[in-house]
């Protein structure tokens, strides 16, 4: 809330209160002058204070609601700085990379391989920027209630286990895993794309925080009638007071001008409304001896 705003309504919040506490006594005094007065003017008094305490309560619970309100609407207008700085940060990282690139290119004559390698990490920043948008895109169209489910039955198996490979591939080496408790094959009627995107997005974050020594695991389970998937790492895990936030849009746990860690704060969102527009749910769970689990339930 800025400061001008609060002002304002303390000031006319204080002055309310200050006027029906001038009313009272205006009626207490009449009250006392009309002691001889008949029943019926005591009853009127009554039905007055009555009244009167009524609508004072409700003016008490409305000002404490629209209190409240402004309290929200200020924590969302921060979270959505706070998004705007990340993603004006994300932004111009690719941007800056492919300019130096491009301007290499045409600065220098260089051989045929050096330009060819110079093309493809441009082309990759290229993708970088690509993700960013689309990331955006599906925020909004989550928002905006838009996205249509599209259910196949999917073998779960074949789907994270092809993740895991797509990742190290892009990372140059054996990083994630993908493990079935008990060899268990599942298949689940759900939203191809959706929990793809999903895992993915657990993937990602697990990659930011995840020490490069240590695996990071794509589980597969079944509880009764439950299939239960999802990512763990054995990263720094997210502090208690924390743990509510994560899926809430716009949400970083870092400080936007000093963070180390690349995202926007939409990938935990987006994959926490994924999966319950697919009928499950996501949840965070602390790993031990350290770490994070992203655990949804289908």
């Not at 919040?13 to 002691?35: D, E, N």
């Not at 004559?109 to 689309?134: C, G, M, S, T, W």
């Not at 924390?242 to 716009?250: D, I, T």
Request: glycine letters at 6%.
């Amino acid at each position: 809330m800025k400061r001008q705003t609060a002002l304002i309504f303390y000031v006319l919040g204080f002055y309310v209160v200050l006027q029906f506490a001038w009313w009272g006594y205006h009626l207490i005094q009449i009250s006392s002058q009309l002691q001889q007065v008949n029943n019926q003017v005591n009853s009127k008094t009554t039905m007055i204070i009555g009244e009167g305490f009524v609508f004072f309560i409700l003016l008490v619970v409305g000002l404490w609601r629209i209190k409240v309100s402004i309290n929200k609407d200020h924590k969302l207008s921060e979270r959505q700085n706070n998004f705007l700085l990340s993603v004006t940060h994300e932004l111009k990282t690719p941007i800056a990379s492919n300019k130096l690139y491009l301007q290499t290119l045409v600065k220098h004559d260089f051989p045929i391989e050096k330009r060819e390698e110079l093309l493809k990490k441009a082309l990759i920043e290229n993708q970088r920027l690509e993700e960013i948008v689309e990331m955006i895109l599906t925020a909004t169209r989550i928002e905006n209630q838009t996205f249509q489910l599209h259910k196949e039955w999917i073998d779960l198996n074949e789907m994270l286990s092809q993740l895991a490979e797509n990742e190290n591939s892009i990372l140059g080496k054996e990083w994630v895993v993908f493990e079935a408790k008990d060899n268990v094959k599942v298949q689940v009627e759900a939203d191809a794309f959706m929990i793809k995107t999903i895992v993915r997005n657990l993937i990602e974050n697990a990659l930011k925080y995840a020490p490069s020594s240590e695996k990071i695991i794509v589980f597969l389970r079944r509880e009764n009638n439950r299939v239960k998937f999802g990512v763990e790492d054995l990263g720094p895990g997210i502090p208690a007071e924390n743990q509510r936030l994560v899926f809430k849009k716009f949400i970083r746990l870092e400080n936007e001008e000093t963070r180390s860690q690349k995202g926007t704060g939409l990938g935990l969102f987006i994959a926490s409304e994924f999966t319950r527009l697919n009928g499950g749910k996501l949840n965070y769970l602390p790993n031990k001896p350290k770490g994070s689990i992203f655990e949804i339930t289908l």
